[in-house]
Every structure is written in structure tokens, then in C-alpha cells.
């Protein structure tokens, strides 16, 4: 993640990182409502000066993660082949991703159920998700070979990512038997009928 940055760049990602991880333990630990951005300053071992230098909120330091898995996600999809149709791009990205997180990590389920149960957390997600989207359709329109219906870029955008919400829900409530790997797989190929 920190490669290619300098000495002042890696320091502002490792303090961003500890402020986040000690967000997510603190409310894994006693639920996000009784977290408060004091809290999370004092076990990430900072001020709350520098909570605030790179997080508006205990929300948004929560959700810090997910940030951290769009933009590699996007990375992904700006490394595919060209030649791909853009649903191709974005699948071959999401299965390159999924297969990086560890699956079997009950943090990372306990993170994904704590967020469904918490309006505040769920809106911030959405706001995160909307700018993601926006991003997402731009990459889409850059491999149209015509422009055509400018709402094209639009609607898949949306679409993937409805599509990759029900894959990761539905693996989260019956995980059992099948990968999440697999499960997204099963989604996408249903859904890429539309668009391929």
C-alpha cells in the first residue's frame, strides 16, 4: 500500500490506519454508540487535534477500511485489459479482490454486521458508495468504444455494485458450504447477461 511513498506519506498512512483499527476494535468491543472520537484518539495514541487532521467523524474513521478496499478495487479495474467489456473488467477486478480479504476473518463479518445494524454507519457507507459509483461509471466510460446512451456507465456502475452488495450479504447470513469468492461469482454471471 505504501510503496513508491515517502518517509512523511508512509507515517500519515500508518496513523490513519492506527486511528481506524482502534475505531473498529473499540466498536467491535462495546458497540459504536458508546465509542466516542476521544476514545478512539486515546487507544490509537493520539490527540484529538490529529483524529480530526484525518477523520470527520468516528464514522467515517470506521469506515476507513472500505475507502481502502475501493480504491484498490478501482486500481483493479484500471489494470484490466482494455479490450474487456466493462462488465468483464469489473468481475475479473471483484474476484482479484475478494480473493485478497481474508473471508474467514470474523472481524471482517463482525464489521459488515455491525454496519447493517447501525443507521449512522449505513448512511456514511452510503455517501461513500454513491462517490465510489460516480468514480466507477467514469472508468466504464473510458472503455466505450462510442459514447452511445450516456446513462450506460451509469447504470452498470450501479448495477455491479448491487449486484457485489447481495453476493457479500447473502455469503455473510449463510456462509457456510461455498466461498465468498464463489458466491460473487454465482451473482455477477446471473447478473452479466444484461450487460455483456
Known amino acids: 500500500m505504501s510503496t513508491g511513498l515517502g ?3 508512509r507515517k ?7 486511528i481506524h483499527q482502534a ?11 458508546q465509542v466516542t472520537v476521544e476514545a478512539i484518539a486515546d487507544a490509537a495514541a493520539v490527540s484529538r487535534r490529529t483524529f480530526s487532521n484525518y477523520f470527520a467523524s468516528k464514522e467515517e474513521a470506521l469506515l476507513y477500511g472500505d475507502h481502502l ?9 484500471q489494470d484490466r485489459p482494455q479490450s474487456e467489456t466493462p462488465w468483464t473488467a469489473l468481475t475479473e477486478a471483484a474476484q ?3 480473493r485478497q480479504i481474508n473471508e474467514h ?21 452510503i455517501t461513500t458508495y454513491a462517490a ?18 450516456p446513462l450506460y456507465p451509469r447504470i452498470v456502475a450501479a448495477s455491479f455494485l448491487a449486484a457485489l452488495r447481495v453476493a457479500v450479504r447473502s455469503w455473510i447470513d449463510q456462509p457456510a458450504g461455498r466461498t465468498l469468492t464463489e458466491v460473487i461469482q454465482q451473482v455477477l454471471v446471473t447478473a452479466a447477461g444484461q450487460f455483456d
Open 69 to 77: 478496499r475501493i480504491q484498490r478495487f478501482l486500481s483493479l479495474v
Open 23 to 33: 475505531a473498529l476494535r473499540l466498536a467491535l468491543a462495546v458497540g459504536p454508540d
Open 132 to 149: 465510489f459509483e460516480q468514480d466507477l461509471a467514469a472508468e466504464i466510460t473510458t472503455r466505450l468504444a462510442t459514447t452511445g446512451n
Open 96 to 98: 482479484q479482490l475478494y
Open 7 to 9: 518517509l512523511r506519506e
Open 105 to 125: 476473518d470474523p472481524q471482517w463479518i463482525r464489521q459488515h454486521q455491525l454496519i447493517r445494524q447501525q443507521p449512522a454507519l449505513l448512511a456514511q457507507q
Open 12 to 18: 500519515k498512512s500508518a496513523t490513519r490506519q492506527a
